[in-house]
């Protein structure tokens, strides 16, 4: 049970996650590693000498891969276990099946016809993600939030005409401590939109690096932006076509709020709600 | 790629060069009796046919299943107003149309448990004319069958519903029989006693002995029977009362043609404790 103190959804600055090319090369790279100690891990993450604001260096900053450890324990794919190893679990395995080259040159099985395949199943189990869990983003939130991030996400969107932007993301959604608030935060954004304002919305939740930080919530929230379209000319994340059942049916689905001990455990628990078939006996 | 039996292996490559062969104008059918393999065999080929898991869209028919539910149907929106939605099939076959470079399979379980010309509706002949277009009833939208999607399925021929299956609906099957198999009963049953396979092996020669024509049709079940089997004891026994048993004798119904003959090679059915090895 984590005992933090936070009433509103934080923000990371993760590098961006992005399946569909231009695709997130680090990602690929640590989904790679599975059974690596997390050491070898940050060494097979791609890294230009050249590019490097630390001189003399010849890895990526430890930091890379502790985005990529974020973006996969959020949304299912991996974690490092207790050993400190990376375990990539059978959703991370279909992703890399799928994105992966099959040879040189090749093209990957993924493309912008059939990813909502992948996205379907990748739905299911960021529906089960909850605000508060035992990874080291997760473990900072009050007991009193239920909040499952991106099942609220989707709903939001679905009963705002499809779209959501920065402010509204910022100001009203990163404020639901739990289902009952939804309803308000669809009403504020309604009012807002209606008015045309911002203000209706409420205050600001995140400060510093805004963009960033929510641009990081929208990549995981779109599974790498195969649920959902990156900002539009109107400043509008939408819902890509196709995907608005997907995303009805998924964050359709009571999934109860739990308590995992470990990351692994949830991890593991994301991914197994993904379902994919299983190998016959 | 898990690998299994030679006789396993060799029943999914059928399965695979009859999707290769026939995919594109027909329905690939299993057919056998219950506990023959067809599932385990259907979903081993499927995804060795288009080579990833994901490409294969499972679907169990039944009573309940409609036109609506497989093609396309009107749904409730959140307005209380009505849209046409694609079914199942529709729906994949879309899919399979936007990705023509892969090859895509719907595999449907049980295929002759629901009303299958009305559940089927047009795809019944245009499963073998892809190039023609037809219009769906709701949307009025043209559709063609996507050419690289493959319709596997499985059906018992002896199941009351396959047995009113019409000449239309035959000639759009390619049918891969699947019989009870000892090749594959040995290969599966590898951590057992050789005593004990070769006894269960007697048991389905016995019956082939007694019906050499009819015995694929007439046993009431297949090696897959003996999928769960962990040990001689007491797993053998518990299955016979759990289940063959109540196969074989049926209440108000003649007793199954193969009763004796099973009930004499299944020296298990006695006690708990009786081991053949």
Known sequence: MTDGTETTWGGTLHSTFCLLPPRSESLFAYLGSDGLHRAAARGRLPFDRRRSSRAGEEEPDDRRRRDMRHICEWSGLAYEDETKTVRVTELGRAVLRWTRAPSPGAAPLINEGNALILGRHAAYALAACQLRNPTGAGEKYHPSMVVFPFAFIWRVMLASEGRLNSDELNRAVLRIRDESGIGECVERIAASRAASDVSLLGDSTLTGRTNDRLIAWMSLASFGWVLLRKKDRSGFYTIRPGAEEILRSAASIGYAHLEHATNAEFVAYLSSRAALPQEPR | ?277
Not at chain 2, 92 to 117: C, H, K, M, Q, S
Not at chain 2, 241 to 251: Q, T
């Open chain 2, 1 to 277: 790629m898990t690998q299994y039996g030679q006789a396993t292996e060799a029943k999914i490559a059928e399965v695979v060069t009859a999707c290769e062969s026939h995919g594109a104008n027909s329905i690939v059918a299993l057919a056998g009796v219950p506990g023959t393999g067809k599932s385990f065999v259907a979903t081993a080929a499927a995804r060795r046919f288009t080579g990833e898991p994901l490409l294969v869209r499972e679907v169990q028919f039944h009573q309940s299943f409609s036109y609506e539910e497989f093609v396309e149907g009107m749904r409730l929106d959140s307005k209380g107003g009505f849209l046409v939605k694609p079914g199942v099939f529709l729906e994949w076959n879309d899919r399979a149309a936007a990705d023509p470079g892969r090859r895509y399979v719907l595999l449907i379980e049980e295929l002759t448990r629901a009303n299958l010309p009305a559940v089927l509706g047009e795809v019944l002949t245009y499963v073998e004319y892809r190039d023609r277009p037809f219009l769906t009833i709701y949307d009025r939208r043209p559709v063609t069958l996507a050419k690289n999607l493959t319709l596997l399925a499985t059906y018992n021929p002896t199941d009351r519903s396959a047995i009113e299956l019409d000449a239309a609906l035959m000639r759009r099957l390619r049918i891969v029989s699947c019989p009870p198999d000892n090749a594959q009963l040995r290969e599966m049953l590898t951590h057992l006693p050789g005593k004990v396979v070769d006894t269960l092996v007697d048991l389905f020669d016995a019956c082939q002995k007694q019906h050499p024509d009819d015995y694929e049709h007439l046993m009431p079940f297949g090696h897959g029977i003996f999928a769960g089997v962990t040990a001689e004891r007491p797993d053998l026994y518990d299955l016979w009362h759990e289940r063959i048993a109540h196969m074989l004798r049926r209440p108000l119904v003649p007793h199954h043609a193969f009763l004796k003959s099973i009930e004499e090679h299944y020296p298990w059915r006695k006690s708990r404790a009786t081991t053949v090895t």
